[in-house]
């Protein structure tokens, strides 16, 4: 992970390959306003903690502080992302831990009420993914909720190349040409296969079409929403 590591503490000092918005994800605000419709503050309050595996700069957490007084937890692999939301972070009650999502998560078991899983573990291999859902499992209190956003392979053009010209040795894994990184990209089949048999599937977006207008579009995303049942 080291070369994970160096790559997202460059991308902190340049913002090379990608613009680090300080602005929470429009896709969580949406997915708290369902638990708001549907649940009142049971799952957003000052008594729930967060779990959010690629924290970055904090946005995310800090919005769920800010707005709900909740505890939170962030992981991420980049060092300057950690000293970053620790800085926009000052006064609110949440702790940043520069490490990797590898490996067993450092919180108590049934400790968590939502973990975040933004665009991360799409860097990890299959058994490394297996491991992480268990222990994801482990630290929800039943009922606790995952949000989980990555890439779509499902018509995605762009996918379809890297597939074909960087391909890792894992089905639907390739190694990204620019940044060296490893990657994995599901398709909603895949996705609902991995989860279904351990979560409630409440919800599943997708986002736009790649192709607009006969050009290559933006990366398409996929967006779910999974509760552990009780």
Request: glycine content about 6%; aromatic content about 12%; hydrophobic content about 35%.
């Amino acid at each position: 992970m080291s070369k994970h590591r160096e790559f997202w503490n460059k991308e902190y000092k340049t913002a090379a390959h990608f613009a680090l918005s300080e602005a929470v994800a429009g896709d969580l605000e949406k997915f708290c306003r369902f638990l708001e419709r549907n649940y009142g503050k049971r799952f957003l309050n000052v008594t729930t903690q967060a779990l959010d595996l690629g924290s970055g700069n904090g946005r995310n957490l800090i919005y769920l502080a800010e707005n709900f007084g909740m505890r939170g937890v962030g992981y991420d692999i980049s060092t300057e992302g950690v000293k970053l939301a620790e800085k926009n972070s000052e006064n609110l009650p949440i702790k940043y831990v520069s490490r990797s999502i590898e490996g067993a998560i450092d919180l108590p078991d049934q400790s968590v009420t939502l973990v975040l899983d933004m665009m991360t573990s799409h860097f990890l291999k299959a058994k490394e993914r297996e491991f992480l859902r268990s222990e994801i499992l482990r630290v929800l209190k039943p009922g606790g909720w995952l949000f989980f956003k990555s890439f779509l392979a499902d018509e995605d053009l762009h996918v379809k190349r890297l597939l074909k010209e960087n391909a890792a040795e894992e089905e639907h894994a390739y190694i990204h040409p620019r940044s060296g990184l490893y990657e994995y990209t599901w398709t909603e089949q895949a996705m609902y296969d991995f989860f279904s048999p351990y979560f409630t599937v409440h919800k599943i977006e997708r986002s736009h079409k790649h192709i607009r207008d006969g050009k290559a579009n933006k990366r398409r995303s996929i967006v779910v929403y999974l509760e552990k049942p009780l």
